[in-house]
């Protein structure tokens, strides 16, 4: 089965407690932070996500859009993130390294994401110490784009690298989820999907949270 992320950049924020507890059937919430820099763009950040946290029991997927993501990492452990996911081309190789140590730290998952445009092996060097690899399938920083299905090879990539280390790590999808994207997904070998609009603009949202679970 896989695990549904809904991502709350979907959600219409006049009503966010409410659309939370529309969502509350999944099995976490994703909850995306652009910097402006990193990415064109500037949503979420630790005084929401503290607020977030406060209104569900969910665990908090936080994905980290920004530049030297260590310098902000133990500050989003404590406003309460239960994942920690940032992009290897974010800072340089040691800095990233220290990034994931202090989540660790912390007592948190930590994850580390590609672009569409970056191959996976630029994760080989951190693998070992990750709990999620989160391959976007759209370009970070908007929501609501197409799937980039030059994306599919790279999530059979991840898995196979998980399997080869032996690590228990999620392959997790962001972008352009929906019923159709996301069995191709898991058949490529993810098993985490992160999906907002296809969520958030469903009159059924706890239907289609329990579609893309049942993908095997």
Known sequence: MAKVSPSLLAADFTELGA????VESAD???FDVMDGVFVPNISFGLPVLKAVREATRLPLDVHL?????????ERFCDMGAD????????DEPEEIRR???AVK???????LSVKPATPVSALEPFAELL???LIMAVEPGFGGQSFIYEAVPKMTEARAL???????????VDGGVNRETGRICVDAGANALVAGSFIFRSADRRGEIEYLRGLK
């Open 83 to 90: 994942t920690v996911t940032f992009h290897v081309e974010a």
């Open 19 to 22: 659309e939370i507890q529309s």
């Open 131 to 133: 709990d999620n690899i």
């Open 99 to 101: 990034a994931i140590m």
């Open 65 to 73: 859009m920004i530049i030297k993501p260590g310098r902000l990492v």
């Open 105 to 111: 730290a912390k007592g948190k998952r930590v994850g």
């Open 162 to 172: 998980a399997e080869r280390l032996g690590i228990s790590c999620d392959v997790e």
């Open 28 to 30: 976490m919430l994703h």
